[in-house]
């Protein structure tokens, strides 16, 4: 599936009221996030020794972040349906830097990122604090890969994973890559875990094009990230959590990858759906 890779031309610049925003927010969302990261990596310091790969304290500190994080930001955070109490992993469609904010805010989690993510600056130190699993898309590694990601699902990690392999702009839902779903049909997992998929939704502040929060393509981050300080109050994020699915229920991988696109995609409004559509054909 391919969509238009153009920018939102009609993003108006920022006004005087938007840059006042854009400041004070800023200002908060800074002293906020590292100072959360502060008082997790001096915590970390007595919880790794005490439960190695086992975080019992410092994930908390993770979701009160997240959560105050969308405050600041002016953005409700709503959410439908029950979270997966049984061991295993989430997936979830991504549309926006935002993601990482939205499904930490409400649910003890640990992202599975690409390898890159850890060399970035700011981004690359908060996403090692907070216990992220780096990969490298490379199929030699594909058994490493595996015993890593049995290590974290027995220390009784939620590992959340975005299969799609890239954001889009929220619009629509690219077909799920099977590869990172093999992981969990290793003999010493199969039988006990479980896939929760989750659809995250965006909607924009009043008087925004639909795709205000979307973060997609070759977007530069300091752009977006002034538009969504600049944004009046009003936007939302919607978290979705759909029925569990057993793996043991499913006969491989991609079995399993596709129900769980399909469940993500029931949960993303027809609406939205068809504009991309619209803009996939204008």
């Known amino acids: 599936?391919?969509?238009?890779?153009?920018?939102?031309?009609?993003?108006?610049?920022?006004?005087?009221?938007?840059?006042?925003?854009?400041?004070?927010?800023?200002l908060l969302l800074a002293a906020l996030v590292f100072g959360g990261l502060v008082v997790l990596l001096a915590l970390r310091l007595i919880e790794r020794p005490l439960f190695g790969l086992r975080r019992p304290w410092t994930p908390y500190i993770t979701q009160f972040v997240c959560r105050s994080a969308f405050y600041i930001l002016g953005i409700k955070h709503r959410y439908e349906g029950t979270q997966m109490k049984t061991p295993g992993a989430i997936v979830a469609n991504h549309s926006s830097w935002l993601d990482i904010f939205a499904l930490n805010a409400r649910k003890r989690v640990y992202f599975v990122s690409?390898?890159?993510?850890?060399?970035?600056?700011?981004?690359?130190?908060?996403a090692r604090a907070t216990g992220t699993v780096f990969i490298r898309r490379d199929p030699r590694e594909a058994k490493v890969q595996t015993e890593v990601f049995e290590a974290r699902l027995l220390a009784g990690h939620k590992l959340l994973f975005f299969p799609e392999g890239t954001s889009t702009d929220g619009l629509r839902l690219l077909p799920f890559k099977p590869t990172l779903f093999q992981a969990f049909f290793a003999k010493p997992l199969r039988e006990r875990l479980s896939v929760q998929p989750v659809t995250v939704i965006y909607e924009a502040p009043k008087g925004e094009g639909l795709r205000f929060y979307g973060w997609w393509g070759d977007m530069a981050f300091g752009p977006h990230l002034l538009k969504t300080l600049s944004a009046p109050r009003g936007g939302q994020v919607w978290i979705k959590y759909h029925r569990p699915l057993a793996v043991a229920a499913f006969e491989d991988r991609k079995a399993l990858a596709k129900a769980a696109e399909a469940a993500v995609r029931d949960g993303l409004p027809a609406e939205k759906l068809a504009a991309g559509k619209a803009y996939d054909t204008a």
Request: proline residues 10%; glycine residues 12%; hydrophobic residues 40%.
């Open 1 to 26: 599936m391919t969509w238009t890779s153009d920018h939102p031309a009609e993003d108006a610049p920022i006004r005087p009221l938007g840059w006042g925003r854009v400041v004070v927010r800023g």
């Open 114 to 126: 690409k390898s890159e993510v850890a060399n970035w600056p700011g981004i690359g130190w908060l």
